[in-house]
């Protein structure tokens, strides 16, 4: 019989499964963020404990290691300088005539629907270090957005 017709087993054809990607740059995060870490960590901890699918315990486990690399990685931030944007800052700001407002905050507690996202996405590149006040450039408009203030988030500086 030919090799074309052979039914190879359905595991030669599955994708590899990679390690969760770590984020390039320093591991830059809030108090609350390193306590979210350690939270996710008991919780998958847990989770294995109690789980006996194989492939199921392998993405756990696939995630405990990312989780650990990230807590031992952290570096907690200071509460940022009043009135200068930074990790922990909350922000308002204009941006095409609408006012808004985000927390800046680690990758790995980012959450846009909560109004935190993370230093490293382009709306918290363009807003860390700028005042309140100032105008800065975002999308390739100089002007785009206007900061109205900025103070540090105390929901995520403790």
């Excluded at 017709?5 to 809030?30: C, M, Q, W």
């Excluded at 031992?72 to 308002?92: C, H, K, L, N, Y």
Aim: with cysteine; aromatic share 4%; hydrophobic share 40%.
């Amino acid at each position: 019989m030919s090799v074309a017709f052979r039914r190879e087993s359905d595991d030669e054809h599955k994708e590899p499964e990679y390690e969760l990607p770590i984020p390039v740059g320093a591991n830059l995060v809030t108090p609350r963020g390193l306590r979210l870490l350690g939270e996710e960590t008991a919780r998958i901890e847990a989770a294995l404990t109690v789980e006996t699918d194989a492939d199921a315990r392998k993405k756990l486990q696939r995630r405990l290691r990312y989780v650990h690399t990230r807590h031992a990685t952290a570096e907690v931030q200071a509460p940022p300088a009043d009135g200068i944007v930074g990790i922990g800052s909350r922000v308002r700001y204009t941006l095409n005539g609408a006012e808004r407002a985000v927390t800046i905050v680690g990758h790995d507690e980012a959450d846009p629907a909560a109004g935190c996202i993370a230093f490293t996405a382009p709306l918290g590149r363009a807003l860390m270090g700028a005042e309140a006040g100032e105008s800065v450039a975002f999308q390739g408009r100089e002007d785009a957005i206007t900061i109205l203030s900025t103070a540090p988030d105390l929901e995520v500086m403790v």
